[in-house]
């Protein structure tokens, strides 16, 4: 069965910091995404990986196929980056998604 | 790339009716995802489509679901009797192609009363 779990689950940083998420994945997924979602409710897409490293910004996305986990970094955090970040897996079809990780950026 | 809107943005409806939730407009895109999130729960695949033809659905997209592109613009989710664990966002995402990425709608909050 196809997993994707997150940590954390929760996250508090103050501005400034350099942040980390964490995403890991089971067999059969071949792609990883990883989405915003503010609490309006919309969801943004991030990055789509299947190996290596993205950067956009403040925001750097990595992944281990290997090993099957990617990293999401924020660099220099603002408090306007708080939100749900999730991972979610692809293969062919649709996404299994994590549950995602809250992370509020005080000032 | 053109955002995908949603409507309604919010319904809320009596426990037994029907609704319907359109993602609009759809260019060229021949994916199409219908997902939901139950509040504080994580999203949830129901339905895939490609070339008008449904593709792959989860266990949750059960006989009281439905989906169309009625005129190849458009695209819909029927509930035809609902449910109140129906209440959830809805999104529709869509992709251009096999291996790109994602565009998601900005939702359809439902409750069901």
């Known amino acids: 069965k196809n997993e994707v779990e997150q940590s954390p689950q929760n996250l508090t940083a103050q501005e400034g910091e350099f942040i980390t998420i964490n995403c890991s994945y089971s067999v059969g997924i071949s792609a990883l995404h990883w989405l915003q979602q503010h609490p309006g409710g919309g969801i943004v897409s991030l990055f789509m990986l299947s190996s290596g490293k993205k950067k956009h910004g403040r925001l750097i996305a990595t992944i281990n196929i290997q090993e099957k986990h990617s990293s999401l970094h924020i660099t220099a955090s603002h408090p306007r980056d708080s939100a749900v970040y999730i991972c979610?897996?692809?293969?062919?079809?649709?996404?299994?998604f994590g549950k995602g990780t809250k992370l509020s950026v005080k000032p | 790339e053109p955002e995908v809107t949603q409507t309604p943005s919010h319904q809320v409806t009596q426990m037994g009716q029907e609704v319907i939730l359109r993602c609009v407009p759809i260019?060229?895109?021949?994916?199409f995802y219908w997902y939901r999130q139950i509040l504080g729960q994580k999203v949830e695949f129901l339905v895939s489509?490609?070339?008008?033809?449904?593709?792959?659905k989860s266990e949750i997209f059960d006989d009281q679901f439905s989906v169309e592109r009625p005129d190849g613009s458009n695209f819909t989710l029927k509930i035809r009797s609902t449910k109140l664990e129906d209440s959830a966002m809805y999104f529709c995402a869509r992709k251009l192609e096999q291996g790109a990425s994602y565009t998601f709608g900005s939702g359809t909050r439902l409750t069901v009363v």
């Open positions: 489509f490609y070339n008008n033809e449904i593709s792959e």
């Open positions: 979610a897996g692809g293969s062919q079809g649709n996404l299994i």
């Open positions: 260019s060229n895109h021949l994916y």
